[in-house]
T-cell receptor, first 110, second 114 residues
Framework: KQEVTQIPAALSVPEGENLVLNCSFT??????LQWFRQDPGKGLTSLLL?????REQTSGRLNASLDKSSGRSTLYIAASQPGDSATYLC?????????FGRGTQLTVWP | DADVTQTPRNRITKTGKRIMLECSQT?????MYWYRQDPGLGLRLIYY???????NKGEISDGYSVSRQAQAKFSLSLESAIPNQTALYFC?????????????FGPGTRLTVL
């Protein structure tokens, strides 16, 4: 069974810092790896999806990388802003299903 | 209007009651999913459906049942609710076949079982 772990569980930083959120998975036979954002009281919003054949994806200040062989993905947030405060979840798609990590709760203070 | 809607958004019920959570989507997707999220835990898959005639159990299907009434509607039922089913429930959809197969989530239903 696929297991997904996210480190750290929580992170609090001042505005402007560059951040790295980590995600690891136990089964490297993944179809893709997704990063989501979850705001309190709201559903999940997909941020980036990396296919198994890709190494990275970028969207604005966000960059996600994937290393299947080592079972790792990282989400890089450049020049963090208070509006980036949320919980970030990664999910590995294996055998048609998404397996989620527990998330990293990010707080960016002014 | 939201592409994936869930009703109700909040529900408080008592142990032993039958509860139905509903999900509707206007994205035209074939695949629909039900997840639950508990504090400090990731989302766990309850049931999923790849089309109207296809229903599959997820990781934690015990105590739950589903109905795919149409392509756009997927309902989750708790036949006899118990307190440890208190959680945040999410419905999601994805297209098939599709690249990149992104899942789109509803806003969630917060269920409390007393």
């Amino acid at each position: 069974k696929q297991e997904v772990t996210q480190i750290p569980a929580a992170l609090s930083v001042p505005e402007g810092e560059n951040l790295v959120l980590n995600c690891s998975f136990t089964d490297s036979a993944i179809y893709n790896l997704q990063w989501f954002r979850q705001d309190p009281g709201k559903g999940l919003t997909s941020l980036l999806l990396i296919q198994s054949s890709q190494r990275e994806q970028t969207s604005g200040r966000l960059n996600a990388s994937l290393d299947k062989s080592s079972g790792r993905s990282t989400l890089y947030i450049a020049a963090s802003q208070p509006g980036d405060s949320a919980t970030y979840l990664c999910a590995a798609r294996t055998l048609g299903r998404l397996y989620f990590g527990r998330g990293t709760q990010l707080t960016v203070w002014p | 209007d939201a592409d994936v809607t869930q009703t109700p958004r909040n529900r408080i019920t008592k142990t032993g009651k039958r509860i139905m959570l509903e999900c509707s989507q206007t994205k035209g997707h074939d695949r629909m999913y039900w997840y639950r999220q508990d504090p400090g835990l990731g989302l766990r898959l309850i049931y999923y459906s790849f089309d109207v005639k296809d229903i599959n159990k997820g990781e934690i299907s015990d105590g739950y049942s589903v109905s795919r009434q149409a392509q756009a509607k997927f309902s989750l039922s708790l036949e006899s609710a118990i307190p440890n089913q208190t959680a945040l429930y999410f419905c999601a959809t994805s297209d098939q076949p599709s690249t990149p197969d992104t899942q789109y989530f509803g806003p969630g239903t917060r269920l409390t079982v007393l």
